[in-house]
C-alpha cells in the first residue's frame, strides 16, 4: 500500500462515489477502482459496500478513514515545508480567512496592512460572517481557517481555543457612571440593549440570559450585524453587549462609554477553526501567529486600564 492508494480511499470515501473521486484525482474511473481493490485484497478486508448509487463506508472502512486521514495531513504540512517556504520573507500564495465582524471591526487593521507590506506575494481574501457562517465555509472549503466560538458540533473539524475575551457593555451615553466603572446587568435601570439574533450563537447566549433574569433590559432591539449595532450604540442612549476586541483601539474616544460586566458572566471564547484534512499551509500559520500577536496586544491595553482605574 502507498500514499497514492490512501489518496484515493480517502476521496472515494469523502465523495462517497468512485466517478466522483475519480473526477476529484483526474483519473480514470477504472484506475481508481482497482487501486481500491489492492488494498482490499492486500489485507483481505471489504473497505466498501458497493451500492446502485455510490458506495458505503462498512467499519473497517470507517476505522481505516480515521487512521488515514492524520496521515494525509501530515504528508501535507511535510510538503509545506520542503516546498522552499523556509524564507518566511518569501512566502507566497492566497489565504482565504473567515472572520466575525467584532474582530475585523476591533483589531484587524492592526494585522493586515503590516503583514501584507512584510509579504507582499501573498493574497488574502477575507469574508466575514457570524460563527455558524464561517463553520460552513470551513467545512465547505469556502475558507482554509476561520475564528468563532466554539462549534456545537465538532465533526472533522480542529478547534484551538485562542482567545477569552471580555465582554463589555457600550453605549455613547453614561449609562453607568464614567467609562470603566463594571456594572451589573441585572441591576441597571432603564436599560435600553441592542441584541444580536437569536439564531446566532452570541444572540442565543444573550437572550437566555434575559430569559432568565440575569439582564433586565426595559426595551430591546435586534440588529443582525455588528456595523449597526455599534453606529446605533454610538449615537444614543442604547447599550450594545461586545467582546473587548471589538472596542480595544476606542478606550480613549470622546463620546463613548465602555463598562465591563461585573455580572452576569458573560463568556466570549475565540477559536481557531480548520478542517483537519486541510491545514493551514506556511503562509496561513504566519498570519495566524500575526493574530495571536495582536491579541496579545489587546490584553496589555485590558491591563492597562485596570491598572489606571485601581491607581
Same mark, same amino acid.
Given at each position: 500500500?502507498?500514499?497514492?492508494?490512501?489518496? #484515493?480511499?480517502?476521496?472515494?470515501?469523502?465523495?462517497?462515489?468512485?466517478?466522483?473521486?475519480?473526477? !476529484?484525482?483526474?483519473?480514470?474511473? +477504472?484506475?481508481? %477502482?482497482?487501486?481500491?481493490?489492492?488494498?482490499?485484497?492486500?489485507?483481505?478486508?471489504?473497505?466498501?459496500?458497493?451500492?446502485? $448509487?455510490?458506495?458505503?463506508?462498512?467499519?473497517v472502512g470507517r476505522k481505516f478513514y480515521e487512521?488515514?486521514?492524520?496521515?494525509?495531513?501530515?504528508?501535507?504540512?511535510?510538503?509545506?515545508?520542503?516546498?522552499?517556504?523556509?524564507?518566511?520573507?518569501?512566502? &507566497?500564495?492566497?489565504?482565504?480567512?473567515?472572520?466575525?465582524?467584532?474582530?475585523?471591526?476591533?483589531? /484587524?487593521?492592526?494585522?493586515?496592512?503590516?503583514?501584507?507590506?512584510?509579504?507582499?506575494?501573498?493574497? /488574502?481574501?477575507? &469574508?466575514?460572517? #457570524?460563527?455558524?457562517?464561517?463553520?460552513?465555509?470551513?467545512?465547505?472549503g469556502n475558507v482554509d481557517f476561520a475564528l468563532?466560538?466554539?462549534?456545537?458540533?465538532?465533526?472533522?473539524?480542529?478547534?484551538?481555543l485562542i482567545y477569552q475575551d471580555r465582554v463589555?457593555?457600550?453605549?455613547?451615553?453614561?449609562?453607568?457612571?464614567?467609562?470603566?466603572?463594571?456594572?451589573?446587568?441585572?441591576?441597571?435601570?432603564?436599560? !435600553?440593549?441592542?441584541?444580536?439574533?437569536?439564531?446566532? +450563537?452570541?444572540?442565543?447566549?444573550?437572550? +437566555?440570559?434575559?430569559?432568565?433574569?440575569?439582564?433586565?433590559?426595559?426595551?430591546?432591539?435586534?440588529?443582525?450585524?455588528?456595523?449597526?449595532?455599534?453606529? /446605533?450604540?454610538? %449615537?444614543?442612549?442604547?447599550?450594545?453587549?461586545?467582546?473587548?476586541?471589538?472596542?480595544?483601539?476606542?478606550? %480613549?474616544?470622546?463620546?463613548?462609554?465602555?463598562?465591563?460586566?461585573?455580572?452576569?458572566?458573560?463568556?466570549?471564547?475565540? #477559536?481557531?477553526? #480548520?478542517?483537519?484534512?486541510?491545514?493551514?499551509?506556511?503562509?496561513? $500559520?504566519?498570519?495566524?501567529?500575526?493574530?495571536?500577536?495582536? /491579541?496579545?496586544?489587546?490584553? +496589555?491595553?485590558?491591563?492597562?486600564?485596570?491598572?489606571?482605574? &485601581?491607581?
Open positions: 500500500m502507498d500514499f497514492k492508494q490512501i489518496s #484515493y480511499f480517502i476521496w472515494v470515501y469523502e465523495e462517497g462515489s468512485f466517478s466522483k473521486a475519480a473526477a !476529484k484525482a483526474n483519473v480514470v474511473q +477504472s484506475a481508481l %477502482s482497482m487501486q481500491i481493490r489492492r488494498i482490499e485484497d492486500e489485507f483481505g478486508v471489504l473497505l466498501f459496500n458497493r451500492l446502485p $448509487r455510490g458506495v458505503e463506508p462498512t467499519e487512521r488515514c486521514v492524520p496521515i494525509a495531513r501530515n504528508f501535507a504540512l511535510a510538503q509545506e515545508e520542503l516546498s522552499g517556504a523556509s524564507d518566511l520573507e518569501a512566502l &507566497s500564495g492566497v489565504i482565504r480567512v473567515g472572520l466575525p465582524g467584532s474582530f475585523n471591526r476591533g483589531v /484587524l487593521r492592526s494585522i493586515l496592512l503590516p503583514f501584507m507590506e512584510r509579504h507582499p506575494d501573498v493574497q /488574502l481574501e477575507i &469574508s466575514e460572517a #457570524y460563527t455558524g457562517t464561517l463553520i460552513d465555509w470551513v467545512r465547505e468563532g466560538v466554539r462549534p456545537s458540533e465538532e465533526g472533522g473539524l480542529i478547534q484551538r463589555v457593555l457600550m453605549s455613547g451615553a453614561p449609562l453607568n457612571g464614567p467609562s470603566f466603572r463594571p456594572c451589573e446587568l441585572g441591576g441597571m435601570e432603564n436599560l !435600553k440593549l441592542i441584541v444580536p439574533a437569536q439564531n446566532q +450563537s452570541f444572540g442565543s447566549l444573550v437572550q +437566555s440570559y434575559i430569559d432568565k433574569g440575569l439582564i433586565k433590559p426595559t426595551r430591546t432591539i435586534e440588529i443582525n450585524g455588528a456595523i449597526g449595532a455599534f453606529e /446605533l450604540a454610538i %449615537s444614543s442612549d442604547w447599550g450594545v453587549l461586545a467582546p473587548f476586541i471589538s472596542l480595544c483601539r476606542e478606550t %480613549s474616544r470622546s463620546g463613548i462609554y465602555i463598562y465591563p460586566i461585573a455580572s452576569p458572566a458573560i463568556p466570549f471564547d475565540l #477559536y481557531l477553526v #480548520y478542517d483537519k484534512r486541510r491545514p493551514p499551509n506556511i503562509a496561513a $500559520r504566519q498570519f495566524i501567529a500575526a493574530i495571536e500577536a495582536e /491579541l496579545r496586544v489587546v490584553d +496589555s491595553i485590558w491591563r492597562e486600564i485596570g491598572a489606571l482605574k &485601581s491607581g
